[in-house]
């Protein structure tokens, strides 16, 4: 396995997550695609091998800290860019490594978004794929000089359903040690949501069209366990602001993010 790993990083790729084929979608025939250029920036559609496209800090600003970044699309889609690599290299900027995951996704189909799309069977390979992030990052924690207790979890939309899935796992010790959700938690039926979760930080816009219900939902039920979220609602922003400007208070959350990240002792 280390062997596995250490070749891919010298060839500077993106690193496969799993040893094999995936387990679960051995029968997917579907060929990834790469979409640069959309209004978005670069989208990934109908991928069946996930990966891990580390950005690591310059060497002596390493902070020990790990963030995998989840993107969103409706797990149908991957917005790579505004909540995927533009997020990364801010982070490591500032001695964070981060992992962009390239999660797996169902089969584009037809244009738009699917009628009648369940979230929950959408979603479930990359929630798996979510939680394998995790352990090979912490598996490979001094190679890449990372703290095995400093490894956090940022989910967009659909990847904060990703993220979700990675912080309410039953192993609690295969837990991330902090999770961001902005616009993004469980989208399909609530799961179980315990007591005692690692720190958590929440940012949504009030105008959001598409995520509003389900994030409210999902803060009403950390609440309800007894969770105390650290929590950011602007007045505007609408869905899928990520990284781009909009020129509302929402431009901010990464600030916030980091500055929270600060406090709980995650950066500096």
């Given amino acids: 396995m280390r062997t596995w790993f250490s070749a891919v990083l010298l060839l500077a790729q993106a ?9 679960g979608t051995e029968s997917w025939t579907q060929h990834e695609q790469i979409v640069p250029n959309t209004p978005i920036g670069t989208v990934a559609l109908d991928v069946t091998q996930p990966t891990i496209t580390p950005f690591f800090p310059e060497q002596g600003r390493a902070t020990g800290t790990a963030v995998i970044i989840a993107p969103g699309g409706y797990c149908v889609a991957l917005s790579l860019d505004r909540e995927g690599n533009d997020v990364a290299r801010w982070l490591a900027q500032r001695g964070v490594a981060a992992f962009v995951l390239k999660y797996r996704i169902l089969e584009k189909k037809s244009e738009g978004i699917p009628k009648d799309l369940d979230m929950d069977a959408a979603c479930k390979y990359g929630i798996a ?31 904060g359903m990703v993220a979700s899935g990675a912080l309410l796992q039953p192993d609690t010790a295969a837990r991330p ?3 961001g959700l902005i616009y993004g938690a469980p989208f399909g039926v ?8 690692p720190p958590i930080f929440m940012a949504w816009a009030q105008d959001d069209t598409v995520a509003l219900d389900g994030v409210v939902r999902f803060y ?14 602007y007045s ?9 400007k909009k020129g509302t208070s929402s431009d901010l959350w990464i600030d916030e993010f980091y500055e929270w990240m600060k406090a709980q002792g995650f950066a500096k």
């Fill in 129 to 159: 794929d979510g939680i394998q992030a995790v352990k090979v990052i912490r598996r490979h924690a001094v190679q890449w000089h990372i703290l095995t207790s400093r490894v956090g979890f940022l989910g967009f939309s659909a990847g």
């Fill in 220 to 233: 009403d039920a950390l609440r309800a366990a007894g969770n105390t979220p650290e929590i950011h609602v």
């Fill in 177 to 179: 040690n902090f999770v």
């Fill in 236 to 244: 505007a922003g609408g869905h899928g602001f990520g990284m781009s």
């Fill in 15 to 23: 690193i496969p997550i799993w040893p094999g084929q995936p387990p």
């Fill in 190 to 197: 609530m799961p179980a949501v315990p007591a005692n979760l």
